[in-house]
């Protein structure tokens, strides 16, 4: 892994790093990738917020 910040890339405004993780043999791996752009007029950044606002409306209700 490169030690270079990462950058959006659509405005090239840099962002943090992030881990989210798959599934691969039955077990959880650990992928390391760019987070959100965190720019208000960069396209990724609003398309972030919609993905999020999905996932909560997505997520099942407890009863």
């Known amino acids: ?3 270079e910040q990462p950058v959006c890339p ?3 405004q840099p962002v943090e790093m992030v881990v989210r993780r798959h599934k691969t043999l039955g077990a959880w791996v650990p992928v390391w990738t760019h987070g959100p752009c965190r ?3 960069c396209r ?3 398309e972030a917020e919609a993905e999020a606002e999905e ?3 997505r997520a099942p209700t407890k009863r």
């Open 1 to 3: 892994m490169d030690s």
């Open 10 to 12: 659509v405005c090239g």
């Open 39 to 41: 720019n208000p007029r």
């Open 44 to 46: 990724e950044s609003h």
């Open 55 to 57: 996932a909560v409306n």
